[in-house]
């Protein structure tokens, strides 16, 4: 396994990260413990989380996990806060009044004195960052975080949090979470050379396009229908809003091109994310735990070819967008007709 610096942090993290968005829904708590274990045994040091995936299971079934494999230490366990956590207006968001509250309910939920790496889920444009700032830096004198970082936004928020942290002295972003994969390469625009350039590690998300370049949806270009079971069909919503016609085109191009490499196209998919110019590690989400042993694991040795490469760019150009995976995002005003 190979171990890159998390931006300008002290931290290694793994080259592949595991998610666990699919822990309790749809994965049983046994096989997710499974996963987190056999994961853990092939060198992924990373788990990323939320408070908000399975209504707060997936952070219990990895508290458990790791008391019961007794591996807390070695891991660099992430979440994130920012979605409704009850029905109040102060239940959500980058406020000081949520981000400490939502931050003791993660800890109880994980069995764990402090998380290594706090996230916002989605920035907040109606908190001062100066505020939001401000408590993520008392969390982390207070010895409940290590490290702060962001998912989901824009170049210009993440600027604007390192000019405060710089001139406020508080703790500064050392990561972004952002929607990254062959269908949707925006990122490639303003926010990769902004990390490059200020040293914030990336950790995309969604480097599969939630199936799409695996094959999951092929046939959807001609009949509009979700194949039963995939995420598209069991939730429906912002899922389904990704999927379109000319995605899954190039979808079932891409997995030509990775039956002629030899590889899956789960495979090349994470491969091509892994391997793309600042990126420290793509989350990985397997729903089995044969999918994490067959599939994703061989990809921590895998390197992607010019000629791969290439193929991939002609297909979608770099910056270019197919398939929007920022639709949960409301800040993106950029429409993928």
């Known amino acids: 396994m190979q171990y890159r610096t998390l931006g300008r942090s002290g931290i290694k993290i793994s080259s592949l990260a595991l998610g666990t968005d699919n822990f309790a829904n749809p994965t049983p708590e046994k096989e997710s413990i499974e996963i987190i274990d056999a994961a853990l045994d092939a060198g992924i040091n990373l788990i990323d989380t939320s408070n908000s995936y399975a209504k707060g299971d997936a952070e219990r079934i990895i508290g458990r996990a ?45 069995g764990t004195d402090h998380i290594d790496l706090y996230q916002l889920h989605r920035p907040d444009f109606d908190v001062p960052i100066e505020e939001t700032l401000g408590a993520l830096t008392d969390l982390v004198r207070a010895g409940k975080i290590r490290y702060i970082g962001s998912s989901t936004a824009p170049a210009w928020r993440i600027m604007e949090a390192l000019m405060t942290s710089e001139l406020k002295g508080y703790v500064r972003f050392v990561s972004e979470q952002p929607p990254y994969n062959l269908l949707d390469r925006r990122i490639e625009n303003e926010l990769v050379p902004m990390c490059q350039k200020h040293d914030i590690g990336i950790l995309p998300w969604s480097p599969l396009a939630m199936g799409i370049l695996a094959g999951r949806y092929a046939g959807f270009e001609k009949d509009g229908k979700y194949p039963a079971g995939s995420r598209a069909e069991l939730r429906g919503g912002i899922y389904a809003e990704r999927i379109t016609k000319e995605g899954v085109i190039i979808g079932n191009r891409f997995v030509e091109l990775a039956h002629k490499l030899g590889i899956s196209p789960l495979q090349l998919a994470i491969l091509w994310v892994k391997d793309q110019p600042g ?23 895998m390197s992607l070819s010019d000629e791969a490469r290439a193929a991939c760019d002609a297909m979608v150009p770099p910056g270019s967008v197919v398939a929007n995976f920022h639709n949960s995002a409301p800040w993106m005003k950029m429409k993928v007709l």
């Open 279 to 301: 990126v420290t590690a793509p989350l990985i989400g397997p729903r089995t735990l044969k999918q994490l042993t067959d599939d994703y694991l061989p990809v921590a040795e």
């Open 66 to 110: 790791l008391k019961q494999n007794g591996k807390r230490h070695d891991v660099v366990l992430a979440t994130k806060a920012y979605f409704p956590q009850g029905p109040g207006p102060n239940h959500k968001g980058g406020s000081r009044m949520h981000l400490i509250k939502a931050c003791d309910d993660s800890l109880k939920r994980l």
